[in-house]
Protein backbone atom coordinates (compact mmCIF):
# COMPACT_ATOMS: atom_id res chain seq x y z
CA UNK A 1 0.00 0.00 0.00
CA UNK A 2 1.35 3.43 -1.10
CA UNK A 3 1.50 6.31 1.48
CA UNK A 4 -0.37 9.08 -0.03
CA UNK A 5 -1.27 11.71 2.34
CA UNK A 6 -0.01 13.08 6.29
CA UNK A 7 -3.25 11.17 8.05
CA UNK A 8 -1.61 7.79 5.82
CA UNK A 9 1.60 8.32 7.04
CA UNK A 10 1.05 9.00 10.51
CA UNK A 11 -1.60 5.54 10.28
CA UNK A 12 1.04 3.41 9.05
CA UNK A 13 4.08 4.64 11.52
CA UNK A 14 1.86 4.12 14.62
CA UNK A 15 0.78 0.58 12.90
CA UNK A 16 4.76 -0.19 13.50
CA UNK A 17 4.88 -2.18 16.63
CA UNK A 18 6.58 -0.85 19.58
CA UNK A 19 8.80 -3.43 20.06
CA UNK A 20 10.27 -6.00 17.86
CA UNK A 21 12.14 -9.18 18.68
CA UNK A 22 14.96 -9.79 19.19
CA UNK A 23 15.90 -6.27 20.82
CA UNK A 24 18.82 -4.51 19.05
CA UNK A 25 20.13 -3.00 15.93
CA UNK A 26 20.83 -5.39 13.74
CA UNK A 27 17.78 -5.17 11.46
CA UNK A 28 17.75 -1.30 11.73
CA UNK A 29 21.33 -1.00 10.64
CA UNK A 30 20.31 -3.54 7.47
CA UNK A 31 17.80 -0.54 6.66
CA UNK A 32 20.10 2.19 6.96
CA UNK A 33 22.30 0.77 4.84
CA UNK A 34 20.28 0.36 2.02
CA UNK A 35 18.99 3.97 2.67
CA UNK A 36 22.90 4.50 2.10
CA UNK A 37 23.64 5.17 5.50
CA UNK A 38 22.38 8.79 6.00
CA UNK A 39 24.01 8.66 9.76
CA UNK A 40 27.64 8.46 8.59
CA UNK A 41 27.10 11.71 7.27
CA UNK A 42 26.36 13.54 9.98
CA UNK A 43 27.76 14.81 13.38
CA UNK A 44 25.43 14.30 16.66
CA UNK A 45 25.34 15.52 20.33
CA UNK A 46 23.72 12.00 22.06
CA UNK A 47 21.80 12.64 25.10
CA UNK A 48 20.54 9.92 27.11
CA UNK A 49 19.19 10.37 31.01
CA UNK A 50 15.82 9.52 32.97
CA UNK A 51 15.01 13.48 33.02
CA UNK A 52 15.79 16.55 31.23
CA UNK A 53 17.20 15.17 28.07
CA UNK A 54 14.74 17.06 26.09
CA UNK A 55 15.47 20.16 27.89
CA UNK A 56 19.22 19.70 27.07
CA UNK A 57 18.81 18.93 23.97
CA UNK A 58 16.47 21.93 23.17
CA UNK A 59 18.96 23.94 24.65
CA UNK A 60 22.16 22.65 22.85
CA UNK A 61 20.31 22.89 19.53
CA UNK A 62 19.47 26.59 19.96
CA UNK A 63 22.61 27.36 21.04
CA UNK A 64 24.30 25.56 17.78
CA UNK A 65 21.60 27.40 15.61
CA UNK A 66 22.53 31.00 16.68
CA UNK A 67 26.03 30.42 15.88
CA UNK A 68 24.73 30.05 12.65
CA UNK A 69 24.49 26.19 12.39
CA UNK A 70 22.25 24.13 10.56
CA UNK A 71 20.92 22.26 13.53
CA UNK A 72 18.69 19.14 13.42
CA UNK A 73 16.91 17.77 16.73
CA UNK A 74 15.43 14.76 17.08
CA UNK A 75 13.44 14.14 20.41
CA UNK A 76 10.40 12.13 21.59
CA UNK A 77 7.44 11.72 22.57
CA UNK A 78 5.63 14.80 21.01
CA UNK A 79 3.42 17.09 22.94
CA UNK A 80 1.03 18.26 20.29
CA UNK A 81 1.79 17.50 16.96
CA UNK A 82 3.89 14.12 15.36
CA UNK A 83 6.47 16.82 13.42
CA UNK A 84 7.78 18.53 16.58
CA UNK A 85 9.93 15.29 16.95
CA UNK A 86 12.19 15.94 13.81
CA UNK A 87 13.03 19.51 13.61
CA UNK A 88 15.62 22.07 11.76
CA UNK A 89 16.50 25.34 13.36
CA UNK A 90 13.21 25.22 15.17
CA UNK A 91 11.34 24.11 11.98
CA UNK A 92 9.25 21.01 12.52
CA UNK A 93 9.69 18.62 9.11
CA UNK A 94 7.10 19.54 6.39
CA UNK A 95 4.15 17.64 6.11
CA UNK A 96 5.29 16.77 2.18
CA UNK A 97 8.42 16.00 3.88
CA UNK A 98 7.24 13.06 6.00
CA UNK A 99 5.07 11.19 3.88
CA UNK A 100 7.74 11.00 1.10
CA UNK A 101 9.98 9.68 3.51
CA UNK A 102 7.76 7.74 5.33
CA UNK A 103 6.85 5.69 1.72
CA UNK A 104 10.81 5.69 0.95
CA UNK A 105 11.71 3.81 4.19
CA UNK A 106 8.36 1.74 4.51
CA UNK A 107 9.81 0.32 0.84
CA UNK A 108 13.62 -0.34 1.50
CA UNK A 109 12.38 -1.81 5.00
CA UNK A 110 9.89 -4.55 3.33
CA UNK A 111 12.39 -4.68 0.35
CA UNK A 112 14.83 -5.77 2.76
CA UNK A 113 13.34 -7.88 5.23
CA UNK A 114 14.32 -5.02 7.84
CA UNK A 115 11.33 -4.68 10.06
CA UNK A 116 11.94 -2.22 13.09
CA UNK A 117 9.88 -1.18 15.54
CA UNK A 118 7.93 2.38 15.23
CA UNK A 119 10.76 4.33 16.97
CA UNK A 120 13.28 2.68 15.06
CA UNK A 121 11.29 3.67 12.15
CA UNK A 122 11.51 7.47 12.83
CA UNK A 123 14.71 7.04 13.86
CA UNK A 124 15.52 6.19 10.19
CA UNK A 125 13.30 8.68 8.32
CA UNK A 126 14.85 11.62 10.56
CA UNK A 127 18.69 9.86 9.40
CA UNK A 128 17.56 10.35 6.08
CA UNK A 129 16.09 14.10 6.53
CA UNK A 130 18.78 15.71 7.98
CA UNK A 131 21.37 14.23 5.53
CA UNK A 132 19.35 15.33 2.75
CA UNK A 133 19.03 19.00 4.55
CA UNK A 134 22.90 18.43 4.91
CA UNK A 135 22.66 19.43 8.76
CA UNK A 136 26.39 20.97 10.56
CA UNK A 137 24.71 18.99 13.80
CA UNK A 138 22.17 16.67 14.71
CA UNK A 139 21.05 17.16 18.44
CA UNK A 140 19.32 13.36 18.99
CA UNK A 141 17.83 12.59 22.00
CA UNK A 142 17.36 8.75 22.97
CA UNK A 143 14.45 7.08 23.38
CA UNK A 144 14.75 4.90 26.24
CA UNK A 145 17.63 3.55 27.44
CA UNK A 146 20.76 4.16 25.50
CA UNK A 147 22.69 0.70 24.84
CA UNK A 148 19.72 -0.87 22.82
CA UNK A 149 17.90 2.35 21.88
CA UNK A 150 17.65 3.07 18.18
CA UNK A 151 19.53 6.42 18.35
CA UNK A 152 22.64 4.13 19.30
CA UNK A 153 23.00 2.91 16.01
CA UNK A 154 25.50 5.75 15.34
CA UNK A 155 28.90 4.82 14.89
CA UNK A 156 30.57 7.94 17.19
CA UNK A 157 29.46 11.15 18.72
CA UNK A 158 30.67 15.07 18.91
CA UNK A 159 29.59 14.79 22.67
CA UNK A 160 27.67 12.29 24.37
CA UNK A 161 25.75 13.69 27.32
CA UNK A 162 24.21 12.04 30.27
CA UNK A 163 21.63 13.70 31.98
CA UNK A 164 20.02 12.60 35.29
CA UNK A 165 19.36 9.34 36.21
CA UNK A 166 16.82 7.98 38.26
CA UNK A 167 14.37 5.12 38.26
CA UNK A 168 12.13 4.75 35.09
CA UNK A 169 11.06 2.28 32.80
CA UNK A 170 11.93 -0.44 35.02
CA UNK A 171 10.45 -3.37 33.44
CA UNK A 172 12.90 -2.69 30.57
CA UNK A 173 16.03 -1.10 32.12
CA UNK A 174 16.86 -2.62 35.05
CA UNK A 175 15.14 -2.55 38.75
CA UNK A 176 17.90 -0.47 39.88
CA UNK A 177 19.62 3.02 39.55
CA UNK A 178 22.44 1.43 38.71
CA UNK A 179 21.54 -1.20 36.33
CA UNK A 180 19.49 1.97 34.01
CA UNK A 181 23.24 3.87 34.66
CA UNK A 182 24.49 1.11 33.08
CA UNK A 183 22.07 0.89 30.52
CA UNK A 184 22.47 5.03 29.94
CA UNK A 185 26.26 4.46 29.30
CA UNK A 186 25.82 2.63 26.21
CA UNK A 187 25.58 5.73 24.68
CA UNK A 188 29.24 6.26 25.39
CA UNK A 189 31.71 5.70 22.39
CA UNK A 190 35.20 4.18 21.97
CA UNK A 191 37.72 7.20 22.58
CA UNK A 192 34.99 9.31 22.97
CA UNK A 193 33.98 12.70 24.99
CA UNK A 194 31.43 12.43 27.71
CA UNK A 195 29.67 15.01 29.60
CA UNK A 196 27.24 13.98 32.72
CA UNK A 197 25.16 15.33 34.41
CA UNK A 198 26.72 15.27 38.18
CA UNK A 199 24.91 11.67 39.20
CA UNK A 200 26.25 11.50 42.36
CA UNK A 201 24.34 8.15 43.11
CA UNK A 202 26.05 6.33 39.90
CA UNK A 203 28.91 8.51 39.50
CA UNK A 204 31.38 5.15 39.56
CA UNK A 205 29.70 3.60 37.56
CA UNK A 206 29.89 6.76 34.47
CA UNK A 207 33.38 6.87 35.52
CA UNK A 208 33.87 3.16 35.25
CA UNK A 209 32.32 3.13 31.79
CA UNK A 210 34.63 5.84 30.56
CA UNK A 211 37.37 4.71 31.90
CA UNK A 212 36.15 0.97 30.09
CA UNK A 213 36.23 2.74 26.54
CA UNK A 214 39.03 5.10 27.35
CA UNK A 215 36.33 8.49 26.91
CA UNK A 216 37.01 11.66 28.01
CA UNK A 217 34.35 12.28 31.33
CA UNK A 218 33.36 15.98 32.76
CA UNK A 219 30.75 16.23 35.39
CA UNK A 220 28.82 19.18 35.22
CA UNK A 221 29.49 21.33 38.54
CA UNK A 222 25.68 22.85 40.38
CA UNK A 223 24.91 26.00 38.91
CA UNK A 224 23.81 29.39 41.53
CA UNK A 225 20.26 30.14 40.91
CA UNK A 226 19.51 33.80 40.23
CA UNK A 227 15.74 35.19 39.75
CA UNK A 228 16.02 35.06 35.72
CA UNK A 229 18.53 32.07 35.27
CA UNK A 230 21.84 31.31 37.04
CA UNK A 231 25.60 31.81 37.35
CA UNK A 232 27.97 29.47 36.02
CA UNK A 233 32.03 29.62 37.10
CA UNK A 234 31.26 33.14 37.15
CA UNK A 235 29.52 33.70 34.38
CA UNK A 236 25.43 34.88 34.72
CA UNK A 237 23.20 33.29 32.25
CA UNK A 238 19.53 34.13 31.56
CA UNK A 239 16.94 31.62 30.81
CA UNK A 240 14.19 31.17 28.98
CA UNK A 241 13.07 27.68 30.38
CA UNK A 242 11.71 27.65 34.06
CA UNK A 243 11.50 25.77 37.05
CA UNK A 244 14.10 25.06 39.67
CA UNK A 245 15.73 22.03 37.78
CA UNK A 246 16.56 24.04 34.41
CA UNK A 247 19.51 25.44 35.44
CA UNK A 248 20.94 22.10 36.21
CA UNK A 249 20.78 21.00 32.47
CA UNK A 250 21.62 24.00 31.38
CA UNK A 251 25.15 23.61 33.00
CA UNK A 252 25.11 20.26 31.38
CA UNK A 253 24.41 22.32 28.24
CA UNK A 254 27.42 25.06 29.05
CA UNK A 255 29.90 21.47 29.45
CA UNK A 256 28.69 20.26 25.93
CA UNK A 257 29.49 23.62 24.35
CA UNK A 258 32.76 23.39 26.29
CA UNK A 259 33.82 19.98 24.45
CA UNK A 260 32.82 21.04 21.13
CA UNK A 261 35.03 23.89 21.42
CA UNK A 262 37.69 21.98 22.25
CA UNK A 263 37.21 19.68 19.91
CA UNK A 264 37.29 23.04 17.25
CA UNK A 265 33.44 24.09 17.09
CA UNK A 266 33.16 27.76 17.41
CA UNK A 267 30.68 28.95 19.32
CA UNK A 268 30.35 32.38 20.41
CA UNK A 269 29.50 33.43 24.40
CA UNK A 270 26.89 35.33 22.41
CA UNK A 271 25.71 32.43 20.79
CA UNK A 272 25.33 30.50 24.32
CA UNK A 273 23.76 33.15 25.96
CA UNK A 274 20.93 33.63 23.26
CA UNK A 275 20.15 30.23 22.88
CA UNK A 276 19.74 29.82 26.54
CA UNK A 277 17.52 32.67 26.70
CA UNK A 278 15.06 31.85 24.45
CA UNK A 279 14.98 28.19 24.20
CA UNK A 280 11.15 27.00 23.64
CA UNK A 281 10.36 23.89 24.53
CA UNK A 282 7.10 22.64 25.83
CA UNK A 283 5.43 21.24 28.88
CA UNK A 284 8.40 21.68 31.36
CA UNK A 285 7.51 24.17 33.94
CA UNK A 286 5.86 25.92 31.04
CA UNK A 287 3.51 28.92 32.10
CA UNK A 288 0.71 28.64 29.49
CA UNK A 289 -1.25 31.65 31.05
CA UNK A 290 0.19 33.62 34.42
CA UNK A 291 -1.64 31.36 36.64
CA UNK A 292 -1.56 28.11 34.71
CA UNK A 293 1.70 25.66 34.33
CA UNK A 294 2.12 22.60 32.30
CA UNK A 295 4.88 20.35 33.21
CA UNK A 296 4.88 16.68 32.32
CA UNK A 297 7.08 14.98 34.61
CA UNK A 298 5.97 11.52 35.08
CA UNK A 299 8.57 9.51 37.17
CA UNK A 300 9.64 10.29 41.05
CA UNK A 301 12.21 12.38 40.59
CA UNK A 302 10.68 14.70 37.68
CA UNK A 303 7.62 14.79 39.88
CA UNK A 304 9.88 15.97 43.11
CA UNK A 305 11.80 18.52 41.25
CA UNK A 306 8.29 19.73 39.95
CA UNK A 307 7.38 19.84 43.35
CA UNK A 308 10.39 22.19 44.39
CA UNK A 309 9.61 24.32 41.75
CA UNK A 310 5.74 25.04 42.93
CA UNK A 311 6.90 25.30 46.53
CA UNK A 312 9.41 28.20 45.34
CA UNK A 313 6.50 30.05 43.77
CA UNK A 314 4.73 30.79 47.56
CA UNK A 315 1.37 30.55 46.32
CA UNK A 316 -1.87 28.13 46.25
CA UNK A 317 -0.91 25.74 44.43
CA UNK A 318 -3.90 23.38 42.50
CA UNK A 319 -3.18 20.49 41.05
CA UNK A 320 -4.66 18.31 37.60
CA UNK A 321 -3.26 15.10 37.41
CA UNK A 322 -3.30 12.12 35.01
CA UNK A 323 -1.14 9.68 35.01
CA UNK A 324 0.04 6.37 33.30
CA UNK A 325 -0.26 2.78 34.75
CA UNK A 326 3.43 1.35 34.67
CA UNK A 327 5.27 4.54 36.30
CA UNK A 328 5.25 4.75 40.28
CA UNK A 329 2.60 6.84 40.62
CA UNK A 330 1.41 6.10 44.08
CA UNK A 331 5.02 7.47 44.94
CA UNK A 332 4.23 10.38 42.21
CA UNK A 333 1.13 11.32 43.94
CA UNK A 334 2.33 11.12 47.30
CA UNK A 335 5.17 13.53 46.85
CA UNK A 336 3.63 15.98 44.83
CA UNK A 337 0.61 16.37 46.82
CA UNK A 338 2.43 17.59 49.66
CA UNK A 339 2.62 21.10 47.80
CA UNK A 340 -1.09 21.26 47.12
CA UNK A 341 -3.87 23.09 48.28
CA UNK A 342 -6.62 20.71 46.43
CA UNK A 343 -6.13 18.10 43.41
CA UNK A 344 -7.71 17.52 40.90
CA UNK A 345 -7.98 13.48 39.63
CA UNK A 346 -9.07 13.24 35.86
CA UNK A 347 -7.96 10.34 33.08
CA UNK A 348 -6.84 10.12 29.31
CA UNK A 349 -7.82 7.57 27.06
CA UNK A 350 -5.87 4.59 26.27
CA UNK A 351 -5.36 1.32 28.44
CA UNK A 352 -2.23 2.62 30.15
CA UNK A 353 -3.99 4.94 31.67
CA UNK A 354 -5.22 5.24 35.13
CA UNK A 355 -8.54 5.55 35.86
CA UNK A 356 -9.54 9.03 37.91
CA UNK A 357 -10.56 6.93 40.18
CA UNK A 358 -7.51 5.35 40.54
CA UNK A 359 -5.72 8.19 41.26
CA UNK A 360 -8.23 9.42 44.44
CA UNK A 361 -7.39 6.21 45.81
CA UNK A 362 -4.12 6.93 45.92
CA UNK A 363 -4.84 10.73 46.65
CA UNK A 364 -7.23 9.12 49.81
CA UNK A 365 -3.86 7.82 51.26
CA UNK A 366 -2.52 11.57 51.97
CA UNK A 367 -4.32 14.48 53.60
CA UNK A 368 -5.01 16.99 50.41
CA UNK A 369 -8.88 17.69 49.47
CA UNK A 370 -9.06 15.95 46.05
CA UNK A 371 -11.92 15.84 43.81
CA UNK A 372 -12.44 13.44 40.73
CA UNK A 373 -13.15 14.95 37.20
CA UNK A 374 -12.80 12.23 34.41
CA UNK A 375 -12.98 14.92 31.44
CA UNK A 376 -9.57 16.62 30.85
CA UNK A 377 -11.32 20.11 30.14
CA UNK A 378 -13.92 19.93 32.84
CA UNK A 379 -11.39 18.78 35.49
CA UNK A 380 -9.05 21.95 34.28
CA UNK A 381 -11.79 24.57 34.41
CA UNK A 382 -12.60 23.10 38.22
CA UNK A 383 -8.98 23.39 39.01
CA UNK A 384 -9.23 27.06 38.19
CA UNK A 385 -12.02 27.46 40.30
CA UNK A 386 -10.85 26.47 43.55
CA UNK A 387 -7.18 28.19 42.37
CA UNK A 388 -9.23 31.45 42.42
CA UNK A 389 -7.46 34.81 41.57
CA UNK A 390 -4.31 34.07 43.80
CA UNK A 391 -3.80 30.76 43.07
CA UNK A 392 -1.66 28.87 40.44
CA UNK A 393 -3.10 25.61 38.59
CA UNK A 394 -0.57 23.19 37.87
CA UNK A 395 -1.59 20.63 35.07
CA UNK A 396 1.21 17.45 35.51
CA UNK A 397 1.77 13.61 35.56
CA UNK A 398 1.85 13.01 32.06
CA UNK A 399 3.20 14.49 28.32
CA UNK A 400 0.29 12.88 26.90
CA UNK A 401 -2.25 14.86 29.40
CA UNK A 402 0.49 17.87 29.05
CA UNK A 403 -0.22 17.86 25.31
CA UNK A 404 -4.03 17.72 25.63
CA UNK A 405 -4.21 20.38 28.00
CA UNK A 406 -1.53 22.75 25.71
CA UNK A 407 -4.56 22.34 22.75
CA UNK A 408 -7.40 23.13 25.48
CA UNK A 409 -5.46 26.61 26.27
CA UNK A 410 -5.17 27.79 22.58
CA UNK A 411 -8.59 29.19 22.99
CA UNK A 412 -11.04 26.68 24.56
CA UNK A 413 -10.61 27.00 27.99
Request: charged share 25%.
Amino acid sequence: MKINNYKEALEYIHSIPKFRRPLGNEKLNRLLESLDKPQRNLRFIHIAGTNGKGSCAAMTAAILAAQGYKTGLYTSPFIEVFNERIQINGKMIDNESLVRLTELVKHKMDENDAQVSEFAFITALAFVYFCEEKCDFVVLETGMGGRLDATNVIDKSCVSALMSISLDHTQFLGETIEEIALEKCGIIKENGTVVSYPNEKVRSIIEEECKKKNADLTFAKAPQLTADGFVYENVEYALSLKGEYQPYNAAVVLEIIKALRKNGVEIDDKAVKYGLAHTSWQARFEFVRENVIIDGGHNPDGIHMLKKSLEKLDRKIVLVIAMMKDKSYAECIEDISRCAANVVATELSGERCLKAAEIGQALSKTNVPYEIEPNVKNAVERAMRLAGADGVVCICGSLYLAGEARILFKGIV
